[in-house]
């Protein structure tokens, strides 16, 4: 039986708890591990981290041509990890109260996903919550996760990265949400890590796995470690009908390629990724839609001040919207689509460092981001320029980011397959050092 909700007074009470968690194990980004207690054991490693971005965002020809100014809080997120048994077991979890706090999405013109359309959808109230048990024979490491968070595909999450807009690709370049079994071998700067999971998508923040699709979809990626601070992947994955829960839809095969470096200190950091990903009728073996993204985006520090800027293409494609032009019918009454719009972006994103004394840091950011939308074939039914009144839209962005606790340096990895290294500087304390929580 699916679980369909989870009360939004027990999500309150979670994050008040962690808001007010004593942070004596943490330092400057960098949670330690306590003395040894009366008995010999070792008081375990743990972290907590709770989050939030009030933001203005004015999107200019946007839907229907109209200039739109929104605000909200958006990324209202609580983390909370720990490590037991010497380190051999780790517990990690994530709540996010976005389906209380952007209850329409978050105005983001190209945006799509799990109905979406031109807004980013609010994700679901247990965004992650996994327990990792990991090993090592000889020179061989190994992990196993268990639980719900982002399968082994792709790139990090974009809440970890110097912007707070997601880019649109974000649906092409993760597979996030799932219910997931994912196990990882590393064996010096090679590591393997693979996902079997359940491919349908949430339909609501309170959306929970369904137990009777587990185990219909799987990913597999490997990733190379040269030097430190540089890594490689590739990623390869079939996800079984996502946009439609009944499993009666076009199931995606998806392809992911990468490479991130970040710099010793985290001032410095560049991401490469392409991602291509196919909707097949696997039925009759036939290949029906294809979308493709390429993404580079880096930072660094000028001073005290984070500079980002982010470059983007990718293929979206084009719904029947409904009554609410920002929504798609979710499941689609049928497996035809309106066309496929290419986009391109410049995003231009500056962060500042923290004006708030005290244990809440609060990092001022401004982003602006400009926007062309074309139709890859000139017979589409829908057609971008007339949709968006003509000209090229663009969006001004204005917040804080706003957190309690050590920055969350990687998303989207679990286990062996977590690459230790310090968080990107722009996102986690402009103008200081820090280190990652699993930098150990």
Same mark, same amino acid.
């Given at each position: 039986?699916r ?34 207690s ?6 375990p ?5 709770v ?17 739109l ?6 990324q209202?997120a ?5 490590e037991?048994l010497?380190?051999?077991l ?5 709540l *996010? ?9 978050? /105005?983001? @013109? $190209? #945006?799509?996903g799990? +109905?979406?359309?031109d ?5 679901t109230?247990?965004h992650?919550?996994?327990?990792t ?6 020179p ?8 719900r ?14 912007f707070?807009?997601?880019p649109? *690709? ?9 219910? /997931?079994? @994912? $196990? #990882?071998?590393?064996? +010096?700067?090679a590591?393997l890590?693979?996902s079997?999971?359940?491919?349908e ?8 796995p ?14 190379l ?5 540089l ?12 946009e439609h829960?009944?499993?009666v839809?076009?199931?995606q095969w ?7 470096f970040i710099s ?17 009728d696997?039925?009759?073996a036939?290949?029906?839609f294809?979308?493709?993204?390429a993404?580079?985006e880096?930072a660094t ?9 982010r ?12 009554v609410d032009?920002f ?16 986009w391109?972006t410049?995003t ?9 004394p005290?244990?809440?840091a609060?990092?001022p950011?401004?982003e ?12 589409s039914l ?6 968006y ?7 001004l962005?204005?917040?804080a ?12 990895r ?5 690459v230790?290294?310090?968080a ?9 050092f ?7």
């Amino acid at each position: 039986m699916r679980m369909r909700f989870l009360a939004p007074a027990t999500l309150a009470a979670a994050f008040v708890a962690l808001a007010f968690t004593p942070a004596r194990a943490q330092h400057e980004g960098h949670a330690t591990m306590g003395a040894d207690s009366s008995d010999g054991a070792q008081v375990p490693r743990w972290h907590v981290m709770v989050q939030g971005i009030p933001v203005v965002t004015h999107a200019a020809s946007t839907v229907e041509g109209a200039d739109l100014t929104e605000g909200y809080l958006s990324q209202a997120a609580a983390m909370a990890g720990t490590e037991l048994l010497s380190g051999h077991l780790r517990l990690e979890a994530m709540l *996010n109260a976005e389906g209380l706090t952007m209850t329409r999405g978050e /105005l983001s @013109t $190209g #945006a799509f996903g799990e +109905g979406y359309v031109d807004r980013r959808h609010p994700h679901t109230y247990l965004h992650e919550v996994l327990a990792t048990g990991m090993g090592a024979v000889g020179p061989l490491s190994y992990s196993l996760s268990v639980g719900r968070g982002f399968a082994a595909f792709g790139t990090d999450d974009p809440m970890v990265r110097p912007f707070e807009k997601y880019p649109i *690709n974000h649906h092409l370049a993760q597979i996030l949400e799932r219910g /997931l079994i @994912t $196990g #990882a071998v590393r064996l +010096g700067p090679a590591i393997l890590d693979a996902s079997l999971f359940g491919g349908e998508e949430p339909t609501s923040p309170s959306s929970l796995p369904m137990r009777g699709r587990f185990g219909d979809s799987w990913s597999v990626r490997g990733t190379l470690v040269p030097l430190r601070g540089l890594e490689v992947q590739a990623s390869y994955a079939r996800v079984a009908s996502p946009e439609h829960a009944s499993g009666v839809g076009l199931d995606q095969w998806k392809r992911s390629v990468s490479g991130r470096f970040i710099s010793p200190g985290g001032a410095h950091y560049v991401l490469s990724e392409w991602a291509r990903t196919i909707e097949r009728d696997d039925v009759r073996a036939v290949d029906v839609f294809g979308y493709e993204s390429a993404l580079a985006e880096g930072a660094t520090m000028v001073g005290p001040v984070g500079l980002a800027v982010r470059l983007e293409q990718t293929s979206r494609p084009e719904e029947e919207r409904g009554v609410d032009p920002f929504r798609t019918p979710r499941p689609a009454s049928d497996l035809a689509i309106l066309g496929i719009t290419r986009w391109r972006t410049a995003t231009l994103a500056l962060t500042f460092p923290s004006a708030i004394p005290g244990p809440i840091a609060g990092y001022p950011f401004v982003e602006v981001a400009g926007l062309a939308a074309t139709s890859r074939d000139v017979r589409s039914l829908f057609q971008p320029r007339s949709f968006y009144g003509g000209t090229s839209p663009w969006m001004l962005t204005v917040g804080a980011r706003l957190r309690y606790g050590p920055a969350h340096a990687r998303m989207g990895r679990y286990g062996v397959a977590l690459v230790p290294g310090p968080a990107i500087r722009s996102v986690a304390s402009p103008g200081r050092f820090s280190k990652t929580v699993h930098d150990h």
